[in-house]
């Protein structure tokens, strides 16, 4: 995994949802703390991408080259399931 | 592409967005109308499932499994592109 | 209901959905079907927008300005629906 | 604001954010990561609604029923802006 690049991204949003935490219990106006919430939710799925491009590049070409059948179908219908997932959160 | 099933399901979202088109011509209740459209996009959704299920089973099998570099990336940056796309739709 | 506007949009999502349907018949390359797909499903949101800020400007300000309370818990509750459902779908 | 059961969530939220970190820094098999953070945007995806339900029951009742035309318009337009936005993040 290209994990500093990733690291430091979730890093990041660890201090946006802290910030968010802060925003809440100084009982800041509803509708930025909303706004805020979906840049965050903005730098995660940012940040799903990445990893799986990362994924693609490494795991799925070493499953698909290999000649293990069952775990190419198993690699592929991972990628199937988050992309699904992806369009409900 | 597995042909039959992806067009028999559009063919669907077809006949129900013509309803909601009258739905909204006869002044259907606002929310009603919304609620049409999310469950048309949620079918919508599982549509680009399935066609990407068969694409990873068939292009994208082929394109790593081929020697040429250059398609195999190509390949591989179009399900990061669609996946990314996919949460902002 | 803004109707004009909301229709005129639903007829192009249908004209473009029609578009998909024949590129799917015609074989055309997986990855551009889902790409047009998700370009509807960003049409649908923006027709959902309209219907949502028409809805508010009317059904919701009478029913918030009115004496039934009731009515008033359902109109704000149903709001509360579709935007949990949009994050959704 | 109802605080409490927003804040409570919101830390739960932290929480998870930061075992996915953990399980990144440990080198967690991709896909375990980002059906995490799908998790994560769902629980935020909750967070708010609850935040939205309650900004209509108070902010938006009181602006609706007031004599400010224009904080009215803009309080509504609010909504619909987070609606539109919550369809893309």
Redesign the interface.
Known sequence: ?E?DN??RR??T??GH??G??RM??E?T???D???Q??????A??????I???????S???TA??GSDKKE?ERV?????E????????
């Not at 990893?51 to 590049?57: A, K, M, P, R, W």
């Not at 592929?76 to 199937?80: A, H, S």
Request: charged share 25%; aromatic share 4%; proline share 0%.
């Open positions: 995994m994990n990733t690291l979730l890093k949003v660890e949802l802290r968010v935490i809440v219990e009982d106006y509803c509708i703390v909303i706004r919430i979906q840049a965050i939710e903005g995660l799925n940012k940040v799903s991408s990893i799986l491009e990362d994924h693609l590049n795991c799925v070409i698909i080259q190419r592929l219908k991972e990628i199937t988050v992309f699904e997932m992806s369009a409900k959160v």
